[in-house]
C-alpha cells in the first residue's frame, strides 16, 4: 500500500475473554413490544417536498429485549392524504407516551409504549424488514411478544 500504514498498540486486550453479542438483524416476530424512543429527529424527505419525525426504539421488555426499531411519520408534506396519515400516527405515539403537546421530539424519550410490529417487504432489495403499524400506552405488566417460531411473518 502506498503511504504510512497506521497500526495502534493493544494492551492487554483478550478476544477469549468478551462476551459475543448477538448482532441477529432478522426482522423481530409479528406481535406487540414494549419499546422506548431512545432518539429522534425532525428530518427533510428525498423529495424536498416536506419532512418526517424519525424514532429509534429500543425494545425494554422481553426475550428481544435491546432490539432496535426505526420508525418515519411525515409531518409535513404537499399531499395533505399523506399529513393527514402521518400526524395521526404521530399524535399515536404522543398520546402513548402521555407528551400530547410536545415542543420537541426528545420530550418523548425514555417513556414506555407499545409498538405493534407486522412484517413487510422492501421495495428496493425484497428483502424483510420490520415496520410498526401501530402505536399505543405501555398498560404497566410484561409484553409478551411472540415466540420466534410463531406463524410465517408475511
Known sequence: PKGK??????SGFDATKVEQVE????PLP???????ITDSALRDNKAKTGNYIW??????????????LWDQL???HDNPKAMEIGKSQFASVCLAVDVPRPNDTAELHNRPLIATVGIR???DNGELTNEVRAYSPAKGGVVNPPADDSE???
Not at 448482532?23 to 432478522?26: D, P
Not at 424514532?55 to 432496535?68: A, F
Open 74 to 76: 411525515t409531518y409535513q
Open 30 to 36: 409479528k406481535g406487540d413490544y414494549k419499546v422506548a
Open 121 to 123: 417487504k422492501r421495495k
Open 5 to 10: 500504514v497506521m497500526s495502534g498498540k493493544l
Open 55 to 68: 424514532l429509534q426504539m429500543e425494545v425494554i421488555d422481553g426475550p428481544k429485549q435491546g432490539r432496535i
Open 152 to 154: 410465517a411473518p408475511w
Open 23 to 26: 448482532s441477529n438483524f432478522e
